[in-house]
């Protein structure tokens, strides 16, 4: 069956950074785009950054582009989110989600499977 397991999560400072990986298995993981997404203490699910099958085409939300940067390892069927210059407002509980096509959407409803997610906190 599908598994996504987040890893990587923590205290940090601002201005710090953090690396977070998502390990895949149960399904060909070179095939299906990939997403990282997050909710916020009393906040909604945000869509935050995403990754087509083969890598080359990265989309971020506004708030996390030239921070944050997605990337992914099909050798390794890993899935990453360095995150850099992280802010308070980063904070949050972060998911990693299979796309339900090769190009990664900005849209919670196509993606099909999510991880148990790593918590991120940011203070000072």
């Known amino acids: 069956q599908v598994q996504l397991v987040e890893s990587g999560g923590g205290l940090a400072h601002p201005g710090d950074s953090l690396r977070l990986s998502c390990a895949a298995s149960g399904f060909t993981f070179s095939s299906y785009s990939m997403s990282w997404a997050r909710q916020a203490p009393g906040k909604g699910l945000e869509w935050v950054s995403g990754i087509s099958h083969d890598g080359s085409d990265t989309t971020y939300t506004d708030s996390v582009k030239g921070r944050f940067t997605i990337s992914r390892d099909n050798a390794k069927n890993t899935l990453y989110l360095q995150m850099n210059s992280l802010k308070p407002e980063d904070t949050a509980l972060y998911y990693c989600?299979?796309?339900?096509?090769?190009?990664?959407?900005?849209?919670?409803?196509?993606?099909?499977?999510w991880g148990q997610g790593t918590q991120v906190t940011v203070s000072s």
């Open positions: 989600a299979k796309g339900d096509s090769l190009v990664a959407l900005p849209i919670l409803e196509t993606y099909d499977y």
